[in-house]
């Protein structure tokens, strides 16, 4: 049974992985690491894991396959680091940094180390965003994130929130970019609202993040030829067609963490990493969804 490393136990890794590792106790050998030994503790008792450690050292001498990176993205570089200089696969939390040059740098490294570095962009795997993709001949897509009234600072906007409109947005479009048109609305050293407007031969994309929207609302929607679709909220699917309209929810049994698309990535990554397949979120396409959202900091 192969061992799978976990460090960092915080808020995502409880949410959004424990559940889905805990399900897979059959088939990987799990190895949680934190600081924290009395979180540590409590988890692994929660969900039945037997293997706990304090130290990324102490993780690394099991010589796990892969490892999960769930800590601060101040600490991304050096984690990684270490974990691809020993020789052992890397899932991390977007972003993977918030300097492009590290990004790029750390996806060299995994290439050069013949590993496989992997960014966690859940929503390309919900479902529904899948259905998106399928539609032929897009002209336009639009990704939204709206909050009700949350401000943060820019910075950190960008890349914990907004990453995820734009990461689905590329995600969307089947052509390479030959524009792009940014703005950004602030108010003391806070982010309102963000916009990236981006072009291809035949498609019109618009990403939107509002911080003081009035409303909590994730959307997608595209625009083909023949036919219109929109997600809301990854859980619901509105079809349009000439005289038609489709509303499609996930089924009431399905797991919130598949219908978010966190179940379906994971299993794709330890898939990889176990058939040396591809991975399943690309090099190219994550340096790309980081390098969209610098550009956007830039402006500034």
């Not at 990324?56 to 796990?64: C, T």
């Not at 998106?132 to 960008?158: H, T, Y």
């Not at 083909?224 to 509105?238: D, I, K, Q």
Request: proline share 4%.
């Amino acid at each position: 049974m192969e061992k799978i490393g976990v460090i960092g136990l915080g808020n995502i890794a409880q949410k959004a992985y424990l559940p889905v590792m805990a399900s897979l106790q059959d088939k990987y050998e799990w190895h949680l690491t934190t600081r924290n030994v009395e979180k540590g503790q409590k988890l692994a008792a929660k969900y039945g894991f037997t293997h706990l450690h304090q130290t990324l050292d102490q993780l690394i001498a099991e010589k796990p396959l892969a490892v999960f990176v769930h800590t601060p993205t101040s600490t991304h570089e050096n984690v990684i680091k270490q974990l691809l200089n020993a020789g052992i696969n890397v899932y991390v939390d977007k972003p993977v940094s918030e300097d492009l040059q590290v990004v790029e740098e750390l996806y060299k490294l995994a290439d050069t180390n013949n590993l496989m570095l992997t960014c966690g962009f859940n929503r390309r795997f919900a479902p529904f965003n899948q259905e998106l993709k399928k539609i032929a001949d897009k002209r336009l897509i639009m990704s939204e994130k709206i909050r009700e009234n949350s401000p943060q600072p820019v910075k950190f906007a960008i890349f914990d929130l907004m990453i995820h409109s734009v990461d689905t947005a590329l995600y969307l479009m089947d052509e390479p970019i030959q524009k792009v048109a940014n703005h950004l609305v602030t108010k003391d050293d806070n982010l309102e609202q963000g916009y990236v407007t981006l072009s291809s031969e035949h498609e019109q994309v618009q990403i939107t993040t509002s911080l003081v929207g009035g409303i909590n609302l994730e959307k997608s929607t595209v625009q083909g030829s023949t036919e219109r679709a929109e997600v809301t909220n990854l859980n619901l699917l509105n079809k349009y067609q000439t005289g038609v309209t489709q509303q499609v929810s996930r089924p009431d049994w399905e797991r919130n963490l598949i219908t978010r698309g966190f179940e379906p990535l994971i299993v794709k990554f330890l898939t990889a990493v176990t058939t040396d397949g591809p991975n399943p979120v690309s090099p190219e396409s994550a340096i790309l969804s980081h390098k969209v959202c610098t550009d956007l900091l830039n402006t500034l």
